[in-house]
C-alpha cells in the first residue's frame, strides 16, 4: 500500500503543477460565466433599474403606455395605483408596475363611428 503511495506522488526533479492544471480546465467555465454577465444578466439589471426609476418619477399629466398597449394620460398617481384617462370622461385605474413607458406623443382621438 504504501508503494502506492509513492506512485501516485511526483517524480523527483518534477514540480507539483497540479494547481495551474486545474485552472487551466475551470478556464472556459469562467470565461462563460463572464461573457453571460456581461451579455444577459448586466444589460437586465440596467433596464430593471431604469424602469423602477421610471416609474418613481411618474406624475400627473404624463402620456405613459401600459404593458397592455393601453394609452392613456395619468389623472392621479397613489401609492401602488396610478389613474389614467383614456378617452373623454373615461378613467382606468392601473398598477403601477403595469406601466411600460413614456408615449412619445399622445394618442390620436377615436372618432365614433356615425
Known amino acids: ?11 523527483p526533479g518534477q514540480t ?5 492544471q486545474s485552472l487551466v480546465q475551470f478556464l472556459p467555465i469562467i470565461l462563460i460565466f463572464v461573457v ?17 426609476t421610471l416609474l ?8 405613459v403606455i401600459t404593458q397592455g398597449g ?3 394620460k395619468i389623472v ?6 396610478v389613474v389614467l384617462e383614456i378617452a373623454d370622461k373615461v378613467r382606468i385605474r392601473v398598477a403601477r408596475s403595469y406601466i411600460a413607458g413614456l408615449a ?3 394618442p390620436p382621438p377615436v372618432e365614433p363611428n356615425a
Do not use: C, W
Open 1 to 11: 500500500m504504501i508503494d502506492m503511495a509513492y506512485a501516485m506522488g511526483t517524480q
Open 16 to 20: 507539483g503543477g497540479e494547481g495551474l
Open 36 to 52: 453571460f454577465y456581461f451579455l444577459l444578466i448586466r444589460p437586465q439589471q440596467k433596464k430593471a433599474k431604469e424602469h423602477k
Open 56 to 63: 418613481d418619477n411618474l406624475k400627473k399629466g404624463d402620456n
Open 70 to 72: 393601453v394609452f392613456g
Open 76 to 81: 392621479a398617481v397613489q401609492d401602488q395605483v
Open 104 to 106: 412619445s406623443t399622445p
